[in-house]
């Protein structure tokens, strides 16, 4: 089901007409809004646990492997899982080189996980990925814990000891169909351009007003909302919003990490934390233009 969303979403940007004429002739009024980047140090704020009183919505989705048994976690594929309760409480991921598929079991703050099976790359991993596929044998009980908005699920073992910590992957909220309200602190709604952005897939896809254009995205689970685009490739059909698509890819490559400025908007940011892009969320059914 989550890829004929994608797909759909993809096809809605890929198939949409340009109308150029129209966009010159709408009024161009666009309130330039102000954001802070937040700047605190892990002292401030001391781990606190969370209650989970709804395990499908509060444990659903995918977290980062970030530390095995006390250690941080060194691998060559990013090493995560994915709860997925809507299929059966199943789960899939990767191990740091091969992904995995099982199943999990549940009751309060119990957890188990069995059934694994894994395709059968071979990789040369500074944490193993046999090491990761026996702590998970080991694991019993769980305990979601937060600091700074970050979340972390610790699976822990019979004895009691926390064997593995996993972060809640946090660029969800990046996800999604966006149109592109600024470059560069440049207004250019009135140009429609689009984006899909999948950080679970990690790819991005997008129509410029000229081109369309594809990439990938790369992502750090030791930091906050640190999302990188590269390998962005597209058409080469030469058109009057050349410039636009030129500064887009431009600040797409220079982006290190996003902020979440409310429910429908996101930044882009580069290395030392100004923003580059400004995205607003588009709803399908909608024509850009009206947002």
Same mark, same amino acid.
């Given at each position: 089901m989550r890829k004929w969303i994608i797909i759909t979403l993809l096809m809605a940007i890929i198939m949409a007409p340009a109308d150029?004429?129209?966009?010159?002739?709408?009024?161009?009024k666009y309130d330039k809004k102000t954001v802070t980047?937040? @700047?605190?140090?892990?002292?401030e704020q001391p781990m606190r646990e969370i209650t989970v009183t709804d395990p499908a919505s509060q444990l659903y989705g995918e977290w980062d492997i970030i530390t095995l048994r006390k250690k941080k976690v060194y691998t060559l594929e990013r090493a995560y899982l994915y709860l997925d309760f809507a299929g059966g409480n199943?789960?899939?991921?990767?191990?740091?080189?091969?992904? !995995?598929?099982?199943?999990?079991?549940l009751?309060?703050? @119990?957890?188990?996980? =069995?059934?694994?099976?894994?395709?059968?790359?071979?990789?040369?991993? !500074?944490?193993?990925?046999?090491?990761?596929?026996?702590?998970?044998?080991?694991?019993?009980?769980?305990?979601?814990t937060t600091q700074y908005n970050a979340q972390?699920?610790?699976?822990? @073992?019979?004895?009691?000891?926390?064997?593995?910590?996993?972060?809640? =992957?946090?660029?969800?909220a990046l996800n999604g169909a966006?149109?592109?309200?600024?470059?560069?602190?440049?207004?250019?709604s009135e140009h429609n351009v689009r984006l899909v952005i999948d950080a679970i897939m990690q790819t991005i896809h997008g129509n410029t007003g000229c081109n369309i254009i594809n990439g990938i995205i790369t992502l750090d689970p030791t930091k906050d909302m640190a999302v990188q685009f590269e390998d962005?490739?597209?058409?080469?059909?030469?058109?009057?919003?050349?410039?636009?698509?030129?500064?887009?890819?431009?600040?797409?490559e220079n982006t290190v990490s996003c902020k979440r400025i409310n429910q429908n908007e996101m930044a882009l940011l580069d290395n030392k934390g100004r923003i580059v892009v400004m995205l607003k969320r588009l709803e399908m059914g909608k024509q850009a233009a009206s947002d």
């Open positions: 150029a004429d129209a966009r010159r002739k709408k009024d161009n980047i937040d @700047n605190v140090t892990a002292t199943k789960v899939y991921g990767c191990n740091g080189c091969n992904v !995995v598929n099982g199943r999990f079991q009751a309060g703050n @119990n957890i188990s996980f =069995h059934d694994f099976v894994s395709t059968s790359k071979s990789c040369h991993n !500074v944490t193993t990925e046999k090491s990761i596929m026996r702590a998970l044998e080991d694991v019993k009980r769980y305990t979601l972390y699920l610790n699976l822990i @073992n019979a004895k009691g000891a926390t064997i593995m910590v996993l972060k809640r =992957h946090n660029l969800d966006w149109l592109v309200k600024e470059i560069n602190s440049e207004n250019v962005l490739r597209g058409t080469d059909y030469r058109c009057d919003d050349i410039a636009i698509e030129t500064a887009l890819l431009l600040a797409l």
